[in-house]
Every structure is written in structure tokens, then in C-alpha cells.
């Protein structure tokens, strides 16, 4: 593992105090870091809406994002339980038999997906959603990646409500709210901008993400400016090496 990287992630999830913070672009790092720091193939985060109800709120990738939506829509799966309970949920092994969620197992599996652990964003009994990883082959967790997975979720959902309290006009509620209203826009802009330039659609976030980053804006603020004027130009987005093994021993 790279220790170097662990430690800058725990300072950039800690750190919501600029004036700027852009909560999609939090959650997007919180899920692309797990995923390098766990040799995940994935990850994404699910939150509750005002009335206690989840919603995908990032993922590293269209695919996992679409399984987490699979879960929320047929109300199946590890991230529910896990978000329900407050504790996490281990999957390891979707193709084995005798699933929990059975049809949550079968389209993960379809998507390439093996194994799941699902982590709780909780602070004592409050508990705003969770974090997901996923990984392309079946296998036993190392206890200290779990840990340092668990140990992102509560930096983050640290971070969130430290946000909350510096900005005391909003509510729990209405912040995450706004989070999730933010990720609609996001939404059209990456088909908008994967129709455009015949592209994926995480290609497509990437361009909008190094664009945001690249010009020191919010990223939900370029992708309503691209919905409303699609004339905008975008560099194209670096070639990225697939990732997915199962992790070994931590080290670093």
C-alpha cells in the first residue's frame, strides 16, 4: 500500500473547511482513493436523502454505479443491510451458492463483480450511508485493509458533518440533499458529453472532473454550464489501466 498516498488521503478527506467545498467532488476522491489505496475494481457511496432514503451519490465507475442503483431499486443487497445495521457487510463470494441477495448477486456478477464489503458512514448512532468496494475476484479480506477501508468512511463522514457545522444555515438534511440534486446535474452533462465527443460515460466524468480541476471550479458548477451551453470544450481524458485484483498483504 501506498503510504505516502494513505496519508495525504486522510488529510484531503479532513480538510472541508475551504470556502469552496464541493461535496460530489469529496465523495467522487473518497471512492477513486479506495479504490487505489485496496486494489478495489471499484467503489461507490450511497447516501440518505431527507427522508432517510438511499440514493448513489458517487462511484468510480458507470458500473458500479448502476449495481449500486440495482440494490436501491430492488431493495437487495450489502450496502441496505449495511446502511440498516450500522455495521459492515462482507460478500465473498457473489457466485457461490446460497446467496442473501440473490438478485443483486446475479447482476453484480453479470457486471464483473465478485466480492463486496460494505462499510457504514456512521459518528456514534448517526449513520448518513455507506461505502462500497468491489472487487473482480472472490477472496478472504485482509483485516488491515478493512480497517483503513473503515477508517476512510468515518474520515469522510467526519469531514461531511464538520462541513455541516461551519455552515450552519444547512442542515444535515439539506446539505446532502443539495449533494444529491448536484449528482443529477453531473449526470446529464456526462450523457451529454459522452454523446458529444463518442465516448463512455467515465470518460466522459473524467473530462468534466479534470476540467473542474484544471480551471479551480466546482465540478457541479462546470457540468450545469455544460448542460446549459454544450459548446464547451473539453481536452480528452488520459488512458486509464484497469484495476480489480484482490489485494495482498498490505505493505507501505
Given at each position: 500500500m501506498d503510504s505516502e498516498l494513505?496519508?495525504?488521503t486522510f488529510v484531503d478527506l479532513a480538510d472541508t473547511m475551504v470556502a469552496d467545498f464541493d461535496i460530489i467532488d469529496f465523495l467522487h476522491m473518497l471512492t477513486d482513493r479506495s479504490v487505489a489505496l485496496l486494489s478495489a475494481a471499484a467503489a461507490g457511496v450511497v447516501l440518505a436523502d431527507p427522508r432517510g432514503e438511499l440514493r448513489v451519490a458517487a462511484a468510480s465507475s458507470e458500473a458500479v454505479g448502476l449495481i449500486e442503483l440495482f440494490q436501491i431499486q430492488n431493495d437487495e443487497g450489502p450496502c441496505l443491510e449495511c446502511f440498516r445495521s450500522g455495521h459492515s457487510v462482507t460478500a465473498p463470494d457473489l457466485a457461490?451458492?446460497?446467496q442473501r441477495w440473490p438478485r443483486f448477486a446475479a447482476a453484480a456478477t453479470e457486471a464483473g463483480f465478485r466480492t463486496v464489503e460494505a462499510l457504514p458512514m456512521r459518528l456514534r448512532d448517526q449513520v448518513i450511508g455507506a461505502l462500497n468496494?468491489?472487487?473482480a475476484t472472490p477472496g478472504p479480506f485482509e483485516p488491515g485493509d478493512l480497517r483503513i477501508g473503515q477508517a476512510l468512511a468515518d474520515v469522510?463522514?467526519?469531514g461531511l458533518l464538520q462541513e455541516r457545522n461551519l455552515r450552519r444555515s444547512e442542515t444535515v438534511a439539506e446539505q446532502l440533499q443539495a449533494a444529491l440534486n448536484s449528482r443529477v446535474v453531473i449526470e446529464q452533462a456526462k450523457g451529454k458529453l459522452a454523446e458529444r465527443s463518442a465516448t463512455d460515460m467515465d470518460s466522459a466524468f473524467r473530462m468534466l472532473r479534470d476540467h473542474a480541476r484544471n480551471t479551480n471550479r466546482r465540478?457541479?458548477?462546470v457540468a450545469r454550464d455544460f448542460v446549459d451551453n454544450p459548446s464547451m470544450n473539453f481536452p480528452s481524458p488520459p488512458l486509464r489501466s484497469p484495476g480489480?485484483?484482490?489485494p495482498g498483504?498490505?505493505?507501505g
Open positions: 494513505l496519508t495525504d457461490g451458492p446460497e468496494l468491489f472487487w469522510a463522514t467526519i465540478l457541479t458548477d480489480g485484483a484482490r498483504p498490505a505493505s
